[in-house]
């Protein structure tokens, strides 16, 4: 369920989205909104909730795109991957390596505060 919210944003913001928005054949709404949610998803960790930061701490890549990965990795891995399925491949890898900075932390972030134990 979507809920409207007015906001007042500095110029250069909205000179940005605008851009952005022009280029990729969007509304600057949406632009925006799209921003918002990666804000959203980058919290600091030790900001989230005991249950967000144990849920984060379990979270696993989407099985599509662990599938993705894989595959693309396989063809590399044989010197088969095409040129054009290079820049998923690296999307792919900074996603997978974000996605591991982030529980890694948030299993720190569980230890700290009693949530699990120490791993041995």
Excluded: C, F
Excluded at 26 to 33: C, M
Excluded at 35 to 59: F, G, S
Aim: hydrophobic share 45%.
């Amino acid at each position: 369920m979507a809920q409207s919210v007015t906001l007042e944003l500095p110029e250069p913001v909205v000179e940005s989205a605008r851009a952005i928005a022009t280029q990729s054949n969007r509304r600057v709404e949406d632009v925006l909104v799209d921003w918002l949610d990666r804000a959203a998803a980058d919290l600091p960790v030790d900001q989230l909730t005991d249950a967000h930061v144990l849920a984060l701490r379990d979270t696993e890549m989407k099985g599509p795109d662990q599938a993705e990965l894989s595959a693309l990795l396989n063809s590399q891995r044989e010197g088969m991957l095409p040129p054009s399925d290079r820049q998923r491949l690296d999307a792919l890898m900074a996603m997978y390596r974000r996605g591991l900075v982030r529980k890694a932390h948030a299993l720190k972030v569980a230890v700290e505060r009693g949530l699990q134990p120490p791993l041995e």
